[in-house]
Structure formats: C-alpha cells, structure tokens
C-alpha cells in the first residue's frame, strides 16, 4: 500500500478504521448476558421478538386484491406503491 489512501492495520490485518468500531469490554458481557437471556425464551417469545410489523403504504391499506394479469400488477405497483418499497420494475 503507498500512497495518502494507504490504512494502517494491525497484527490481525484489520484496518485502524475498523478498531475504532470495535466494542469495549463491558458492550461485550453485556452482550453475552443479553445474548443468554434471550436463549431462555420461549419460542412464543422469540417469534413475537422476531417480527418487526412496519407500515407499507399503499400495500396495507386494503386486505386483499386481485388482478388480471401480471402485467396489470405490475402496472398498478409502478403506478400506485411508493417506488421506495421495492414493487416496480427499476428501484
């Protein structure tokens, strides 16, 4: 590496950058202890912990709807869904 973008790294090939990011003791038991709380759960528990439920415009707004075709689908994502969510032909 030369140059001004060269990173110093470590023994382990990590770069500086990267240990600057690094958890400090106490993050990690306390992690661990997290980590051996949540494995005592029941599995009720961890589905309901699991599953983030987010709003989707458009999409939530009725429960059900049909269409004649896939093209027509496509055509009502590209028209009505927000493009964010991902649903038309290009993002």
């Known amino acids: 590496m030369s140059g001004s973008s060269a990173k110093t790294r470590d023994a382990s090939g990590a ?3 990267h240990a600057e990011c690094e958890p400090s003791a106490a ?3 306390e992690w661990i202890r997290d980590f051996e709380a949540a494995g005592q759960w029941s599995l009720d528990r ?3 912990n699991a599953f983030i ?3 989707k415009p458009v999409l939530d707004d009725v429960f059900f709807r049909a269409f004649t075709s896939v093209e027509a689908y496509r ?3 590209e028209t ?3 493009s964010w969510l991902g649903y038309g ?3």
């Open 15 to 17: 770069s500086a950058a």
């Open 27 to 29: 993050e990690r038991e």
């Open 46 to 48: 961890r589905l309901d």
């Open 53 to 55: 439920r987010t709003y």
């Open 75 to 77: 055509r009502w994502c």
């Open 80 to 82: 009505a869904v927000p």
């Open 89 to 91: 032909r290009s993002v």
